[in-house]
C-alpha cells in the first residue's frame, strides 16, 4: 500500500498538532499509521479529527513552519484490528455455532423456557426434566411431553386438547390419530374425527392396525377391557368375542343383567337365566326360563297380541296329512290328530290367526341351528418400499460467510431428515417383520373361514329339512278365542258348529240352537256369532 503524501502541512514545535492544506486525512489515514515530518522522526497517528487536520500521539520536535511536505505510511492496523474483532465475534458465536446452530438448546425453566420470544420471555418450550418436554404459557405448564406412567410418547395437557382440521365439505377428517408403536413402529391407532360439512354433522372414531389384520375397538377400565366392537360390527360389552350383538354380566340366575327406562319411571328389567327351552323355530325373539321356577316373563301389565284365538301343537297321527286353516278335524285315542271320522273320538278346529300357541316342543330334539360365520377376514396391507435415507452435505467449509450459514442449514436440515428417516426406517422394519406373521394368521383364519362358510352352506339346507319334517307333523290347534270356520252348507248367526261325517272323512255343519241334540251340543266346536266375508267366525267351545 503507497504511502500519502498529497498536499502540506502546517506545524508547530512542541504541538501535537497538524494542519493539512490539499490533503483528505479522513480518506486516507488510519489511527496508528506513521506520520513523518521534514525532521525525519516518525511519529504515531493518535487520531483523525478531519480531512485537513490530524492529531500525533506526541508533541513534533522539529521546526514550526507551514507549507512543510510530510508523508505518512500504513502500517495495517485496521487489518489487525478487524481480525481480532473478527476473532473476539468468532470465540463469542462460537457457542451459538456449537449450541442453537446444530440444533441444541439450553433447558431452560417454566419461567424462562429454553426455546422462549423477546416479547414474551415466559412462554415457549422447556425442558422440565429427565425425557420430558413442556410447552408452557406465562410460566405455567399448559402441556408436556415425556414417559409418564411408563408410556413411551404419552402427552399430558392439563387444560384439555382441542384439535381441528380443515376439510372438504361434507367429508370426513380426523384431526387427531393416537398411535401405539411395538419395537419402534406403529402397529396400532384410533383416530377421532369429524365431518367438514355442517349440515352433515357426525363424530367418528375408529381402530386401525397398521401391521395386521382389522382390529376391533376395545373400551376398558382400569386396564381390563369391559367392551368392544368388534372388525365385523358386533357390539360386545362383557365378553370379547361373538358372531353377533351381545350383553353378558357374570351374575347368578335371576339377578339383573340390563334395566332400561325413563328418569323418572320404572325399569324394563332382563335377568340372567339358566335354562333355554325355547324351540329352534326361526323367530322375532328366543327367551329363556328360570331353572326353579320355570318362568319366563313377569308382566306387569297386559301382554297384547294381533291374533284371535289361542293354540297348541297336537301331534298328527300317521296318514293324518294337511288340515286346512279353519277345518274341523278328529282326535283318536293316542290323542293324534286324524282326518278319519272311523278313528275320531272328539273332534277339535285347526287356529286361524293364533296370538298364543303352546306345546311348542315339536323341534326338541333338533340340534341347535347352525350358526353362520362372521365376516370374512381382511387380508394384512404389505408394506412397500423401503424409506429412502436422506443425503448428508458435503464438507464442512473451510471459509465464513454465506457459504459457511448454508452449509449449517443444510446440515441442519440433515439431522431432521436423518431422524425422521430413522423413525421411518423402523417403522417399516417392524411392518416388514411382523408381516409374514400376520399373512400367517389371515391365511389361517380365512381358511377356517372358508371351511366354516362351507359348512354352514352345507349344513344349514340339512337341519332346515329336518325343522320342516318334524313341523309337518304337527298343527296348531284352537282351544280358546275366535276362529273362522270352514262350515259345509248353510249357517246364520246363533248356530251351533258341530263335526259330521263326510264319507271317510270329517266336516263342519251347523245347527240351530232349538233343534240341536244332547250328543250333538256335548260334541259341539263352539256357536257362530259373526259372519264375516261368508265364513262363520265362531268362539270355541269345546264339548
Not at 420471555?121 to 411431553?145: H, P
Not at 401391521?211 to 368388534?230: K, M, N
Not at 354352514?456 to 284352537?478: H, K, M, N
Request: aromatic share 8%; with cysteine.
Amino acid at each position: 500500500m503507497s504511502w500519502y503524501r498529497a498536499g502540506s502541512v502546517t506545524v508547530a514545535a512542541g504541538s501535537n498538532v497538524v494542519t493539512g492544506a490539499g490533503t483528505d486525512f479522513v480518506a486516507s489515514t488510519s489511527i496508528g499509521d506513521a506520520w513523518i515530518g521534514q525532521d525525519g522522526r516518525t511519529y504515531e497517528v493518535g487520531q483523525v479529527v478531519s480531512a485537513t487536520e490530524l492529531r500525533l500521539t506526541t508533541p513534533y520536535q522539529g521546526a514550526g513552519g507551514g507549507g512543510q511536505a510530510y508523508a505518512i505510511q500504513p502500517t495495517q492496523s485496521f487489518a489487525r484490528d478487524l481480525a481480532l474483532a473478527a476473532a473476539a465475534l468468532l470465540n463469542t458465536f462460537a457457542a451459538v455455532r456449537d449450541g442453537v446452530g446444530q440444533g441444541m438448546f439450553p433447558g431452560g425453566s417454566l419461567a424462562a423456557p429454553g426455546i422462549r420470544f423477546t416479547a414474551d420471555q415466559d412462554t415457549g418450550i422447556a425442558r422440565y426434566g429427565e425425557n420430558l418436554l413442556s410447552a408452557v404459557t406465562g410460566g405455567v405448564e399448559r402441556m408436556r411431553f415425556g414417559e409418564v406412567n411408563s408410556s413411551l410418547a404419552p402427552l399430558v395437557a392439563g387444560g384439555g386438547i382441542i384439535c381441528q382440521q380443515g376439510g372438504v365439505a361434507g367429508s370426513l377428517v380426523f384431526p387427531l390419530d393416537i398411535l401405539g408403536a411395538l419395537g419402534g413402529a406403529a402397529t396400532m391407532r384410533i383416530r377421532f374425527g369429524s365431518s367438514a360439512n355442517v349440515y352433515t354433522n357426525h363424530s367418528f372414531i375408529e381402530a386401525q392396525t397398521l401391521t395386521g389384520t382389522a382390529s376391533d375397538l376395545r373400551f376398558g377400565t382400569s386396564g381390563v377391557e369391559q367392551a368392544r366392537i368388534d372388525n365385523a360390527g358386533n357390539f360386545l360389552f362383557g365378553v370379547a368375542s361373538g358372531g353377533n350383538h351381545r350383553i353378558v354380566k357374570s351374575v347368578g340366575e335371576g339377578i339383573t343383567v340390563l334395566s332400561i327406562g325413563g328418569a323418572s319411571s320404572e325399569f324394563i328389567y332382563f335377568n340372567s337365566v339358566t335354562t333355554q327351552g325355547w324351540s329352534n323355530a326361526s323367530t322375532a325373539m328366543s327367551v329363556g326360563r328360570h331353572s326353579g321356577n320355570g318362568r319366563s316373563i313377569n308382566a306387569g301389565g297386559t301382554i297384547n297380541a294381533s291374533g284371535a284365538d289361542y293354540a297348541e301343537y297336537m301331534v298328527k297321527a300317521a296318514g293324518c296329512g294337511i288340515i286346512a286353516k279353519g277345518d274341523v278335524c278328529g282326535v283318536d285315542r293316542d290323542g293324534k290328530l286324524t282326518t278319519a271320522w272311523a278313528d275320531a273320538v272328539s273332534f277339535v278346529v285347526k287356529s286361524t290367526d293364533p296370538s298364543y300357541v303352546g306345546g311348542d316342543t315339536w323341534a326338541a330334539h333338533l340340534p341347535p341351528r347352525p350358526q353362520a360365520p362372521g365376516a370374512e377376514p381382511v387380508a394384512p396391507i404389505k408394506p412397500g418400499s423401503a424409506p429412502v435415507a436422506p443425503v448428508e452435505p458435503g464438507p464442512e467449509p473451510t471459509g465464513e460467510g454465506p457459504i459457511y450459514v448454508a452449509w449449517l442449514q443444510s446440515r441442519f436440515a440433515f439431522g431432521i431428515a436423518e431422524r425422521d428417516y430413522a423413525v421411518a426406517l423402523a417403522e417399516w422394519q417392524a411392518a416388514t417383520d411382523a408381516y409374514p406373521t400376520a399373512r400367517a394368521s389371515y391365511e389361517a383364519d380365512h381358511a377356517a373361514w372358508v371351511a366354516a362358510t362351507a359348512a354352514y352352506a352345507r349344513d344349514l339346507p340339512t337341519w332346515e329339512a329336518q325343522l320342516e319334517a318334524a313341523r309337518v307333523c304337527v298343527d296348531r290347534i284352537a282351544f280358546c278365542g275366535q276362529v273362522p270356520c270352514n262350515v259345509t252348507g248353510d249357517f246364520e248367526v246363533g248356530d251351533y258348529i258341530v263335526a259330521a261325517q263326510d264319507g271317510d272323512g270329517i266336516k263342519a255343519i251347523a245347527v240351530k240352537a232349538g233343534a240341536i241334540t244332547l250328543p250333538q251340543y256335548m260334541a259341539r266346536i263352539g256357536k257362530v256369532w259373526a259372519i264375516r266375508d261368508g265364513r262363520a267366525w265362531i268362539d270355541v267351545q269345546h264339548g
